[in-house]
């Protein structure tokens, strides 16, 4: 009962080491207002000026130079948890399991936030290539230049962007800026309330939490939300269109074509009306509704330009992934990924297991890649 006793303590004593992860200057002060419980050791301080060395970084950069796929730590890591008490297990037995089992969750959280602190610290060279703010975390590409006819889809066309960058690197970007403009609200949720973590973040959802600290139930539920969310917008989508009630079938051809040839099509989103622009940011995950309350009111400033960001960075990754070995040297979670980033996130939904998935994946994008290459050739 000793040991159960220190288990509160013991979590605390995990957590603490949080504060002590550098980031930036921006960042490492609103870090160590959070973190901060008692004064740094002189150990502690000693060690914060750098808690990623230079030469790691350039080493980990100079990796990912020639590379086609992200590094790991722009995933969540494996989660680990004790195993299920039996049926016979006593009262003692089962609180030691859920001692076990915050202090799994408290661990795979400060891996999350730690790796988000590495990611950003070694793509702050990446993101001056880029001409972007070193510790603004603003994702590329930095704005919206859309197209001012249909004709216009040039960047549509998935050809590869001269932006000195492989796609790794370019992921690496784009994912760690994303990921710290989450981490300071997700980091207070965790300081709050510690083990119970897992049990508030469904309810704030993907909103403030970043994508190294979500674990796999949220990341599938988010998964059928947005399913059911494209669903409904492409409902829509025919009935506005075509005055029918069923769209095509998820993965068809004709719902590749409809998202590969109208909805990504930059010329086609600068001139659409206001809820055909909100349907296409519902397909494409970039809003939680296709039909929002003064969601026609938001277009124009909000998501008109939030839908061409969004299509311009599918040109830019088509054309890394066509460039540096195409949709085969992908692993299979980046393909995962790449596919639910272009409305393709039911396509694999009814596969008997996790190898038919990826096929149906693999090949649904290489499909998407060689619809957006002849899109390009009949413009040209």
Same mark, same amino acid.
């Given at each position: 009962?000793?040991?159960?006793?220190?288990?509160?303590?013991?979590?605390?004593?995990?957590?603490?080491?949080?504060?002590?992860?550098?980031?930036?200057?921006?960042?490492?002060?609103?870090?160590?207002?959070?973190?901060?419980?008692?004064?740094?050791?002189?150990?502690?301080?000693?060690?914060?000026?750098?808690?990623?060395?230079?030469?790691?970084?350039?080493?980990?950069?100079?990796?990912?130079?020639?590379?086609?796929?992200?590094?790991?730590?722009?995933?969540?890591?494996?989660?680990?948890?004790?195993?299920?008490?039996?049926?016979?297990?006593?009262?003692?037995?089962?609180?030691?399991?859920?001692?076990?089992?915050?202090?799994?969750?408290?661990?795979?959280?400060?891996?999350?936030?730690?790796?988000?602190?590495?990611?950003?610290?070694?793509?702050?060279?990446?993101?001056?290539?880029?001409?972007?703010?070193?510790?603004?975390?603003?994702?590329?590409?930095?704005?919206?230049?859309?197209?001012?006819?249909?004709?216009?889809?040039?960047?549509?066309?998935?050809?590869?962007?001269?932006?000195?960058?492989?796609?790794?690197?370019?992921?690496?970007?784009?994912?760690?800026?994303?990921?710290?403009?989450?981490?300071?609200?997700?980091?207070?949720?965790?300081?709050?309330?510690?083990?119970?973590?897992?049990?508030?973040?469904?309810?704030?959802?993907?909103?403030?939490?970043?994508?190294?600290?979500?674990?796999?139930?949220?990341?599938?539920?988010?998964?059928?939300?947005?399913?059911?969310?494209?669903?409904?917008? @492409?409902?829509? =989508?025919?009935?506005?269109?075509? %005055? +029918? *009630?069923?769209? #095509? !079938?998820?993965?068809?051809?004709?719902?590749? $074509?409809?998202?590969?040839?109208?909805?990504?099509?930059?010329?086609?989103?600068?001139?659409?009306?206001?809820?055909?622009?909100?349907?296409?940011?519902?397909?494409?995950? @970039?809003?939680? =509704?296709?039909?929002?309350?003064? %969601? +026609? *009111?938001?277009? #124009? !400033?909000?998501?008109?330009?939030?839908?061409? $960001?969004?299509?311009?960075?599918?040109?830019?990754?088509?054309?890394?992934?066509?460039?540096?070995?195409?949709?085969?040297?992908?692993?299979?979670?980046?393909?995962?990924?790449?596919?639910?980033?272009?409305?393709?996130?039911?396509?694999?939904?009814?596969?008997?297991?996790?190898?038919?998935?990826?096929?149906?994946?693999?090949?649904?994008?290489?499909?998407?890649?060689?619809?957006?290459?002849?899109?390009?050739?009949?413009?040209?």
């Amino acid at each position: 009962m000793s040991a159960i006793a220190r288990g509160p303590r013991a979590l605390q004593v995990q957590l603490r080491p949080l504060a002590y992860f550098p980031i930036s200057c921006h960042f490492c002060a609103v870090s160590s207002q959070l973190f901060s419980t008692s004064a740094p050791t002189r150990q502690s301080r000693r060690h914060a000026p750098s808690s990623v060395p230079s030469t790691s970084i350039n080493s980990k950069l100079k990796s990912l130079r020639h590379e086609i796929n992200p590094p790991k730590s722009t995933l969540p890591a494996d989660l680990d948890l004790p195993p299920p008490s039996s049926t016979t297990a006593t009262s003692s037995d089962k609180l030691k399991r859920y001692v076990a089992l915050g202090r799994a969750y408290l661990a795979f959280y400060k891996t999350g936030l730690k790796n988000v602190f590495g990611n950003y610290r070694a793509s702050i060279p990446l993101r001056k290539e880029l001409g972007l703010p070193a510790f603004l975390p603003i994702s590329p590409p930095r704005r919206a230049s859309a197209p001012t006819s249909p004709s216009s889809s040039s960047l549509s066309a998935g050809t590869s962007a001269p932006i000195g960058l492989s796609r790794a690197q370019f992921q690496l970007v784009r994912r760690s800026a994303r990921d710290v403009r989450r981490m300071i609200p997700f980091t207070v949720i965790l300081i709050v309330c510690g083990e119970f973590t897992p049990l508030i973040v469904p309810i704030v959802g993907a909103a403030i939490t970043p994508a190294t600290c979500r674990i796999p139930s949220q990341v599938a539920k988010e998964r059928a939300t947005a399913a059911t969310r494209k669903s409904a917008a @492409l409902t829509a =989508h025919a009935t506005a269109v075509d %005055g +029918s *009630l069923t769209p #095509a !079938p998820a993965g068809s051809d004709d719902e590749l $074509r409809l998202l590969a040839t109208r909805l990504a099509n930059p010329g086609w989103a600068a001139t659409a009306e206001s809820a055909a622009v909100q349907r296409a940011c519902a397909v494409f995950g @970039l809003v939680k =509704h296709h039909n929002q309350r003064a %969601g +026609s *009111l938001l277009v #124009a !400033p909000v998501y008109r330009s939030r839908l061409v $960001r969004h299509l311009e960075y599918l040109a830019l990754d088509d054309g890394m992934i066509r460039a540096e070995g195409g949709v085969s040297a992908l692993d299979a979670v980046e393909v995962r990924i790449a596919v639910e980033e272009r409305g393709g996130v039911d396509v694999a939904a009814g596969a008997r297991d996790s190898a038919r998935a990826e096929e149906l994946d693999r090949l649904w994008l290489e499909r998407w890649l060689t619809i957006r290459e002849n899109e390009t050739a009949q413009t040209v």
